[in-house]
Each structure stands twice: as structure tokens, then as C-alpha cells.
């Protein structure tokens, strides 16, 4: 049913771009051609959470928990490794407010963006400010940066055929990311989340990493990884402003069919919006086939 949903919001979308490149082309409208647009957005606000639904504003890592539910009837975060080592800061983060993106779609309920911010020392993140109006990916630090499995799983989905775009991290580049959503939503979950990689960790959970970097894949479909193992890079393709790793857990494989689960990161928690996190690198014979 939320496949269903989802796809039918977007042949709306489609619908409603064709009534206005009409008007454009043909001077040819009508009086209605505004219903798609309306009934798209109604579907997408439709496409709910699913059952997941978990107390908001965690910051710090709890017990251990790994599935079920609480006495109040959310269910509980599930633990996992972090999918990154350095220091980090959170964006649109669950611990803030759910759902963290704005919409419950593809699975986005609980999901996080994180973005690569050394100590002072190290190569330093670009100010988001009215120029230079978009940057190479370079001038990142995340940029590169191993992406890794939370947990010992099973390589679902592997794509890294997208390009990395320049930053869209200037307030005129964020006004043309909102149009360039729209067209992106046209195509589908894999115009949003580019270059991704999805683990099946068992007992109907599933870790999403979005827009990685192009070319930079170290596993294939069907590959069993292990907690720590290099999965790819850090990049900035599909719907994204800048360098960054965008995590989230769900119960379906499909984004399309997906809603979103909470997580948890062993000994750091969810780290809400504007903290730093650092998870320090692990010794060789702990990284596994991290590069």
C-alpha cells in the first residue's frame, strides 16, 4: 500500500508538469490543472510512519536495546556501530524532531545527515553564506570519508553510477535545490538518495547510506560485510547540499515500500542537531576491510 501510495503521487507530479508545460507550449489549459498538483501532496503527506514511533530527543547512548517495543508502545531505538569514524556534527536530526527530514517518504522517519567537521588543524567545512555560490566537492571534508556497516549484514542494493554535483550550500544554490527537488522526486527514490548502498541486518531491518560518492563502492550485491567494513565513500550525488553521509534504518529493502525505524549508535546515541560527535578509528584487526 505505501508503494502503491507513492508511486501514484508521483504519476500526479507528472501529471500536473504536463498540464503546465501545456500552458507554456500550447496556451492550452484548463481549469482543474492544479487538482494534480494538490492530490500529489495530499498522497505524500499520506504516507505515514507505519507502526515505528519512538520518544524523541535522545542525545546520549542508553541501554542496549535492539527491537520490540517500550511500555508506552514505541518502539525501541535499534543499536547499531556508528557508519563513520572522526569527528562529526548532526543535521535533521530524530533526537530533534520526527520525522527528521519533514516527510515520513522512503522511509526518512528517523534518518540523520552528518557532515565531516575536524579540529581545528584539519581541513575545516566551508561557512554556508551568499557566495562563492556553490563549491567543489573537495573543499569538503567529508568528502572521501569511508563509509561504513553498522553491523554484520547483507549487501541488498549497491549503485555509485551518479556524478557528485558541486554544493548547493549558498542561500541562491538552496533556492535552486528546492526546484531541482521537485524534477528529482519525478525520477524516483534514486534521483534523491543518489549513490547509496542498502544492508539487510536481519529480523526485517535495513540501514540506507545516501549519496555516496561516484566510483567508490568496495561491495556488490549479495556480499556478507561485517561490522566496520569499508561499504564506499562519503560524496555529494542525488538531492544534496554538500558532502555528507545521510543514515536511516527501515523495515523494507524498497524505499518506496519502507518506513523509517529508530536507531541508536553504541556509545554515542542519536546526537541531535548541532552536536559533535567523535567515534575514534578502530585498530586494523578491528577495521576489517575498512580502508
Not at 38 to 51: D, K, Y
Request: hydrophobic share 40%; net charge neutral.
Amino acid at each position: 500500500m505505501r508503494k502503491a501510495t507513492s508511486v501514484l503521487a508521483r504519476y500526479f507530479l507528472w501529471l500536473f508538469v504536463a498540464l503546465v508545460l501545456a500552458r507554456l507550449v500550447f496556451d492550452y489549459a484548463l481549469p482543474w490543472d492544479w487538482v494534480p498538483l494538490v492530490l500529489s501532496v495530499l498522497l505524500t503527506l499520506v504516507r505515514g510512519p507505519g507502526a515505528a514511533k519512538t520518544p524523541r530527543g535522545r542525545t546520549s547512548a542508553g541501554p542496549e536495546t535492539t527491537s520490540g517495543e517500550g511500555a508506552d508502545g514505541a518502539r525501541l531505538p535499534v543499536e547499531v556501530e556508528s557508519p563513520v569514524r572522526g569527528r562529526w556534527v548532526a543535521l535533521n536530526s530524530p533526537a530533534d524532531k520526527t520525522p527528521s527530514h519533514g516527510t515520513h517518504a522512503y522511509g526518512q522517519t528517523f534518518a540523520i545527515d552528518i557532515v565531516a567537521d575536524p579540529e581545528e588543524g584539519g581541513q575545516q567545512r566551508p561557512a554556508f553564506g551568499w557566495w562563492p555560490l556553490s563549491r567543489g566537492n573537495g573543499d569538503f571534508p567529508a568528502f572521501g570519508a569511508p563509509v561504513l556497516a553498522v553491523g554484520d549484514a547483507t549487501v541488498v542494493h549497491a549503485s555509485d553510477h551518479r556524478r557528485d554535483h558541486r554544493s548547493r550550500n549558498s542561500y541562491p544554490a538552496l533556492l535552486y535545490l528546492v526546484f531541482e527537488a521537485l524534477f528529482r522526486e519525478l525520477g524516483g527514490p534514486g534521483q534523491i538518495v543518489g549513490n547509496h548502498v542498502v544492508l539487510d541486518l536481519g529480523d526485517g531491518r535495513y540501514a540506507l547510506y545516501a549519496h555516496l560518492r561516484r566510483g567508490s563502492l568496495a561491495v556488490r550485491e549479495g556480499e556478507r560485510v561485517t561490522a566496520g567494513q569499508l561499504l564506499a565513500r562519503c560524496g555529494n550525488s542525488g538531492n544534496s547540499t554538500e558532502p555528507h553521509v545521510h543514515f536511516q534504518l527501515m523495515d523494507h529493502h524498497d524505499l518506496e515500500a519502507a518506513s523509517g525505524l529508530p536507531f541508536t549508535w553504541r556509545g554515542i546515541g542519536v546526537p541531535a542537531n548541532g552536536a559533535h560527535f567523535t567515534e575514534a578509528p578502530r585498530t586494523s584487526a578491528d577495521a576489517g576491510g575498512q580502508a
